[in-house]
């Protein structure tokens, strides 16, 4: 994929920014804040497959605990905002992720 940028795109997207820039930061800041909750999802799915000690669609034996989905969640980070994640779980409700406290 090329992308083409001329100069009079660029001179506008700077003469914007500087007009708006509360504008310009608050699209930055949702960018943050969706970066953030997928970094955290992720870190969960892995906190959940090293629990359960497979992958994810892996299966040992026939009574073994395995995922049951995710549940969303949301919380607020300072300077940061609202930030969603979707926190996974198993089977038996056993696993409690230390990436987000639960009664934070």
Same mark, same amino acid.
């Given at each position: 994929m090329?992308? =083409?940028i001329n100069l009079p795109d660029i001179q506008s997207f700077i003469k914007d920014i500087q007009e708006k820039p509360a504008?310009?930061?608050?699209?930055?800041?949702?960018?943050?804040?969706?970066?953030?909750g $997928?970094? !955290?999802t992720g870190l969960m799915? =892995? =906190? !959940?497959?090293?629990? !359960?000690?497979?992958?994810?669609y892996q299966r040992k034996g026939k &009574?073994?605990?395995?995922? &049951?989905?995710?549940?969303? $969640?949301?919380?607020?980070l300072k300077d940061i905002g609202k930030v969603a994640v979707k926190v996974p779980r198993d089977r038996k409700g056993e696993f409690q992720t230390k990436v987000i406290p639960r009664s934070q």
């Open positions: 090329k992308i =083409e504008k310009f930061f608050q699209a930055i800041r949702y960018d943050v804040r969706k970066s953030v $997928r970094y !955290l799915k =892995e =906190e !959940l497959t090293e629990f !359960l000690g497979r992958k994810r &009574n073994q605990n395995h995922w &049951n989905g995710s549940y969303n $969640r949301s919380y607020t």
